[in-house]
C-alpha cells in the first residue's frame, strides 16, 4: 500500500456506505412516489431533493474512494418500504432512517481514527455535520406534523410550503 492509499478496512466501510447512500435515495426516491400518487405534490417533492441529496451523498464517497486510490465495488441495493399511512409517518421512519446512517459514518469515523488517516476524517467531518443537519431538519418535520394533526389547511399550506425546496449542489461537489 503506497502512502496515498486507503486501507482496505476503510475502503470496504465506505463501499458499504455508498451502498447505504444509493438505499437511502432509493428509499426517498420510493417516499416521493408514494406522496405523488396521494396528492401530496409538495411532500413528493421533499422527498424527490432528498433522493437527490442521498445521491450526491453517495457520489462525495465514490469521488474520495477514487481520490485515495481505491476501488468502489457497487453493491446490490436491497428492496425499500413503498407505502406510509401519512407523512407524519414517513417523517418519523426518516429520522430514524437518518439516525442510522449517523451510526454508520460514526462507525467509519471511527475506522479512520484507528487508522490515523486523518485525509478520511476530514472528509467525514462534512457528513458528520450534514448528518446533525439531516436529523433536525426530520426532527423538525415531526414535530410541525404533530402540532398540525388533522388540520385539512394546515397540511395543504405545510404541502404548498414543501413544493418550494430546491436542489443545491452539496459543497464537495461544487465545481466538480
Do not use: C
Request: net charge negative; aromatic share 10%.
Amino acid at each position: 500500500m503506497t502512502l496515498n492509499m486507503i486501507s482496505p478496512k476503510l475502503q470496504d466501510a465506505i463501499n458499504a456506505q455508498i451502498n447505504a447512500e444509493y438505499w437511502s435515495a432509493y428509499l426517498y426516491l420510493s417516499m416521493a412516489m408514494h406522496f405523488e400518487a396521494e396528492g401530496q405534490s409538495g411532500v413528493a417533492n421533499w422527498f424527490r431533493i432528498q433522493f437527490k441529496e442521498e445521491q450526491a451523498h453517495a457520489e462525495i464517497f465514490i469521488n474520495y474512494l477514487n481520490s485515495r486510490g481505491g476501488r468502489v465495488m457497487l453493491q446490490a441495493i436491497d428492496a425499500v418500504p413503498t407505502e406510509w399511512a401519512s407523512a407524519l409517518d414517513a417523517f418519523e421512519a426518516t429520522l430514524a432512517h437518518e439516525e442510522k446512517v449517523t451510526a454508520l459514518i460514526n462507525g467509519i469515523y471511527a475506522i479512520a481514527d484507528a487508522e490515523h488517516d486523518y485525509a478520511t476524517k476530514g472528509r467525514l467531518d462534512w457528513f458528520v455535520a450534514e448528518q446533525v443537519e439531516e436529523e433536525e431538519t426530520a426532527r423538525g418535520m415531526i414535530d410541525r406534523l404533530k402540532l398540525i394533526g388533522d388540520n385539512g389547511l394546515a397540511l395543504y399550506t405545510l404541502n404548498q410550503e414543501l413544493a418550494t425546496r430546491v436542489y443545491n449542489v452539496p459543497a464537495p461537489l461544487a465545481g466538480k
